[in-house]
Structures are given as structure tokens and as C-alpha cells.
């Protein structure tokens, strides 16, 4: 049985759609947070939030280039999060 605090805290974090838009991005290349509020039409104030809450999660991790800090995606968090999920859904196509 795949643990269910697990579960919640991911559905959680991917709850918000300005976080799956973010991931999205990230998923292109590494940004800044200007350039994430300037994609996602909201605050650099906001992104900065989202950013935590992605960074607490071990999603997006953070690169210092020059004055500016670049988010990337961990793939290797993602792909755990693929393999809970689409467990946790098959099961519920076998219940």
C-alpha cells in the first residue's frame, strides 16, 4: 500500500494551477522569477511563493547565475511522483 501522506502532499502541491503551469515551463528550460511571472501574468511576489512551496516539495531546484537564481525541475522527484500517482490511479481501475 503506497502511503497516503505520500499521496495527499503531491496531489497538494499539483492542486494550485499556476504550480502545474510553472512545472510546465520548467519543463523547457531553467528560469528566473521574473520570467515566470512574466509567462504566468502574476507577480514576482507571487511566483516567489509557489517557488517555496515547489522548492519544500523537492521539485524545483535552485541555480545562482551571476545576480539572478534559475529554477530547474528534479526529475528525479517528478518521476517518483509519476510512479506513486499512476499507482495509487490503477488501483483504483482494478477496485
Known sequence: MRDPTQLARIFKVLSVDTRVRMIELLQRRALCVNALARALDVTPAAVSQHLRVLRDADVVTPEKKGYFVHYRLNKSTLEEWREAAV????GAERG
Do not use: I, N, V
Request: net charge neutral; no cysteine.
Open 87 to 90: 499507482g495509487f490511479l490503477a
